[in-house]
């Protein structure tokens, strides 16, 4: 089965990584775009997304999804 997983916390990154290793295929990740963190504002990936850039995978973090960008980049995957 073809896969678009979407998520942010931690606590979903074991889910993505069962996926990953079964015999399914995880075309792409969608996850919330970094924000700036702390005193210094350093820019923080998502757990997920964190995830996804480690393993150079698809990764689409949209601001929002009412616009035909974000749309159109989810039909590509064809999942």
């Not at 997920?48 to 480690?54: F, L, R, S, T």
Request: aromatic fraction near 8%; glycine fraction near 6%.
């Amino acid at each position: 089965m073809k896969v678009v997983f979407m998520g942010n916390p931690a606590f979903a990154v074991p889910s993505l990584e069962i996926l990953t290793k079964s015999r399914h295929e995880v075309l792409g990740i969608v996850s919330n775009p970094p924000k700036p963190v702390g005193r210094r504002r350093n820019m923080m990936y998502t757990a997920v997304g964190e995830y996804a850039h480690q393993r150079e995978m698809a990764l689409l973090e949209p601001v929002s999804f009412h616009n035909e960008t974000i749309i159109s980049q989810l039909n590509s995957f064809k999942a």
